[in-house]
């Protein structure tokens, strides 16, 4: 298991359905994705949960199933435990306002947007919200512009994946190229980004609460793949270690971040921090892992939230964005 630092406040009370009232919900988990293993992991642990708390809920894999039948066999809600391209990219959202099943997370566009890193970037850099630097990159660049534009190190990244898939740690001018087409093996769009070293922190969203700020502190160069779902030695401080400032100041820049591109119901906020305390949003998921080393649910059992009680929390939320306030979310307060 992960170590995790975290302190036991207790079982918190909060407003849950009762289960009677869901109906029948298909949890929507593996799908065909680069990040189908990570997804039948958080499906398989979400619908034993719901099980646990006598919710009528069965596996649906839309990797292997018409999602036509969903509606066929009386489905009366979706808890989408995909990730990645298929699942939380819009398309399986879509096709769920099409066939009126109220479904968990975030709408169309929220979801598009944030699988999306380089346009999510172009919102919240709109909004005058701190992003570490960044450059797309084509076939054919040049890499001594790229350097000096964004120093060493650096990383380069496929912009809709997730799960830091096909991400790589460049520490020389040489290495660009390479990491480059690993990016590209797995998207059209790819981006190099600056370092930013004075930590990774995340926030989770859940409804309109942004839950306790967790620090990320992998053993190896930085939290990939392997740190997030193989190694039992990355760190995850819970307390994180901020003051309760600026905590607080990271979470209000999490639901900012969240709201600009249409989140609802919850969802995560990824941050790094720059060594003079200068917390930059990285990017957001939309669909967040619920495995044994997800940071979602750490951050629930540090609010008092259960694993059961997250979960049904989240399917009490789901929605079909014919409602207006998933089509048009309101700004935080404080907003124009």
């Not at 499906?43 to 809920?57: H, M, T």
């Not at 596996?59 to 939380?88: C, M, V, W």
């Not at 990774?200 to 620090?215: D, F, H, N, R, S």
């Not at 629930?300 to 989240?314: H, K, P, Y």
């Amino acid at each position: 298991m992960s170590k995790n630092e975290m302190n036991d406040t207790g079982a918190a009370r909060y407003p849950l359905p009762a289960t009677g009232s869901l109906g029948k919900v298909a949890v929507l988990f593996g799908g065909k994705s680069a990040e189908r293993e990570v997804s039948l992991k958080s499906g398989a642990a979400v619908l034993a949960a719901l099980l646990r708390s006598g919710v009528d809920a069965h596996a649906f894999d839309p990797a292997t199933r018409n999602l036509q039948e969903l509606k066929d066999q009386g489905y009366q809600r979706a808890f989408i435990a995909l990730h990645g391209r298929y699942g939380e990219d819009g398309t399986v959202q879509g096709a769920l306002e099409l066939l009126g099943i109220p479904y968990t997370g975030s709408g169309v566009m929220a979801s598009a947007l944030g699988m999306d890193k380089w346009r999510s970037k172009l919102v919240w850099q709109a909004a005058g919200l701190p992003i570490p630097a960044y450059q797309m990159l084509e076939a054919g660049f040049d890499a001594g512009a790229v350097v000096k534009n964004l120093g060493l190190p650096l990383f380069v990244k496929p912009a809709c994946e997730g799960s830091s898939v096909g991400i790589s740690k460049v520490k020389a001018e040489s290495e660009l190229a390479v990491a480059y087409l690993e990016a590209a093996r797995h998207d059209t769009l790819v981006m190099a980004e600056s370092f930013v070293g004075g930590g990774e922190y995340t926030v989770a969203i859940l409804g309109a609460q942004a839950l306790p700020v967790i620090k990320i502190v992998p053993a190896n160069e930085f939290y990939d793949y392997e740190a997030k779902y193989l190694r039992d030695d990355t760190r995850y401080l819970c307390p994180c270690g901020l003051s309760a400032e600026q905590e607080a100041g990271m979470q209000r820049l999490a639901q900012q971040a969240f709201a600009l591109i249409g989140g609802q119901g919850w969802g995560r906020v990824d941050f790094l921090m720059s060594e003079t305390g200068q917390p930059y949003v990285l990017e957001a998921n939309t669909s967040p892992g619920m495995t044994d080393h997800s940071l979602v649910p750490m951050a629930a059992r540090q609010a008092g939230i259960s694993f059961e009680q997250l979960v049904l929390q989240v399917l009490g939320m789901a929605e079909i964005s014919n409602c207006s306030s998933r089509l048009h979310p309101r700004p935080l307060a404080g907003e124009d």
